[in-house]
């Protein structure tokens, strides 16, 4: 006897296959269930809560993230491009951006960019859940939060240890 084919395992038929073409290519279609619906053949009366039982579908579901990380593959290397000029022309662009480029670049290759105070603030707040810790934990936990905060809100940006600068 063969095996049980899951939902998950199973292939959309035509006409799924077809609402998830346009629900992800067809402009005015993107998104948009009932118009991808109505695109793909099915009834204009019932298009929407078509669509709605489509999109509860897993292999539809399936369907639609295994297309959507495909495309977004093929623009993977368009979007490191991008961040490399970005990266390799700090004069060209704003700081920020060349920054905010390079750490999404060490990111995607895997090489952490958070600094070492704030990993082991970051590493302290996992090992010990809200619930776990003291009351004077929390507290500082809160004054440390809003001081950020009004940082913030003030225009003033907190570099390492050093005094807040104006941005």
């Known amino acids: ?5 899951t939902a998950v395992e199973r292939e959309p038929n035509e006409m ?12 005015g279609c993107i998104g948009n269930g009932a118009a991808a619906a109505r695109a793909a053949g099915y009834s204009d009366h019932s298009a929407r809560d078509i669509a709605a039982g489509l999109l509860r579908k897993p292999h539809v579901r399936e369907a639609l993230v295994r297309y959507a990380r495909e495309r977004l593959a093929h623009l993977a290397p368009m979007a490191i491009e991008t961040l490399r000029e970005f990266a390799a022309n700090p004069d060209k662009y704003p700081p920020r951006v060349s920054a905010d480029a390079a750490k999404a670049l060490l990111d995607r290759a895997g090489f952490s960019v958070v600094s070492a105070d704030r ?14 810790k003291t009351l004077a934990e929390l507290d500082a936990e809160i004054e440390q939060r809003m001081a ?8 003033l940006q ?3 240890d050093a005094e807040p600068v104006e941005r």
């Open 16 to 27: 799924q296959a077809a609402f998830v073409f346009h629900y992800t290519n067809t402009p």
């Open 148 to 155: 950020e905060r009004r940082r913030r809100e003030a225009g």
């Open 158 to 160: 907190v570099v390492g």
């Open 119 to 132: 990993k082991s603030q970051e590493d302290d707040a996992r090992e010990k859940p809200d619930s776990a």
């Open 1 to 5: 006897m063969g095996e049980a084919i």
